[in-house]
């Protein structure tokens, strides 16, 4: 009979550990307790509350993509950010076109060119 032993202990490349985990988790929750002050009390001027409140965003986005998603540059994860990366082209593309499809046919169908009274005559 043989016997395998496989290491369970040993890190799998691609996981992260719970040092990772936790520091993620504080950063996100900072981040957030962040967001919520800018609009609960108003921490920057109401002009620059939302350019605040993005940047914030994309920064919670990014610790989670790393953090917990584990999307980066080194080479066990290339794969992931591939996929990653087509992905979110593929739904801005569609969502793109979406709102483009939805602004041509609000543009050429609605009669902006006539009356309310005009229109009414009409029927």
């Not at 169908?109 to 229109?119: D, G, N, Q």
Request: net charge positive; hydrophobic share 55%; aromatic share 8%.
């Amino acid at each position: 009979m043989s016997h395998s032993h496989v290491n369970h202990a040993a890190p799998q490349s691609g996981h992260g550990s719970f040092k990772g985990y936790m520091i993620g988790t504080v950063l996100s929750l900072v981040l957030t307790l962040a967001s919520f002050g800018v609009v609960m009390f108003h921490l920057v001027p109401p002009a620059m509350g939302l350019v605040a409140i993005v940047v914030l965003c994309v920064a919670q986005l990014v610790v989670q993509l790393g953090y917990f998603l584990h999307i980066g540059s080194s080479r066990s994860q290339r794969a992931n950010t591939g996929i990653f990366i087509c992905t979110a082209f593929l739904i801005a593309v569609i969502v793109g076109l979406s709102l483009w499809v939805m602004h041509n046919a609000n543009v050429n169908m609605m009669p902006t060119h006539i009356s309310v009274e005009r229109a009414m005559a009409h029927d």
